[in-house]
């Protein structure tokens, strides 16, 4: 019989948890709220990469898409390690974000959006329930920014962390245009003399 591995410890019980290091910090404190923000982006991309399976078996440019999500979601977990590293506790066998993360994540934002037509008016989140779930991981990402930005006021930040956040936020937003394009679905315009139903325009 294999060996049942046990998930709860009780150590959380009274409100804190563990660092990396040892350390025992409030649940509620900003560098566990800020990889607790990275964990709920990863769990959009995963809800999107759900929606997406189906398609991408038939479409090689959206399996290439969840290559690059399945990529995302390691890189957030090694972000969510990081955050949860201080620095005196930092070792090289630790997982990081690197320079070349970031850069490599910018070309996947260029690739997406040579593909698409030029944007002309902002878009509300929406179109295949892929693109939508990762308009929603766009959503988290950017709150995961705000966190990690006010955290880094009175907390060491390494500045890759911030960088590769600001820099996914993007992309989420182009992969969401890019997974509704691939999936035939018209982007829902922002109409800022939008009127009720009935009322003689939408």
Request: glycine residues 8%.
């Amino acid at each position: 019989m294999a060996k049942r591995t046990r998930i709860y410890t009780r150590a959380g019980d009274t409100g804190q948890t563990g660092l990396v290091g040892g350390q025992r910090v409030a649940k509620d404190s900003l560098r566990i709220s800020s990889f607790g923000d990275i964990d709920e982006c990863s769990s959009a991309i995963g809800l999107a990469r759900s929606a997406l399976r189906d398609a991408a078996r038939e479409n090689p440019r959206l399996a290439a898409l969840d290559a690059w999500l399945a990529w995302t979601q390691d890189m957030l977990f090694n972000l969510g390690s990081d955050l949860a590293t201080l620095p005196a506790d930092k070792r090289e066998s630790i997982p990081r974000i690197r320079q070349a993360d970031i850069d490599a994540l910018e070309g996947a934002i260029d690739e997406a959006q040579d593909g698409l037509p030029a944007l002309d008016a902002f878009i509300h989140p929406g179109g295949a329930l892929s693109g939508a779930f990762l308009h929603l991981a766009r959503a988290v990402c950017r709150r995961a920014e705000r966190t990690i930005a006010l955290l880094a006021r009175s907390e060491p930040v390494d500045v890759l962390v911030l960088a590769y956040v600001n820099r996914l936020s993007d992309a989420l937003f182009a992969w969401a245009r890019y997974v509704n394009y691939e999936s035939g679905e018209g982007e829902h315009r922002w109409n800022p003399a939008s009127k009720p139903p009935g009322a003689g325009g939408s």
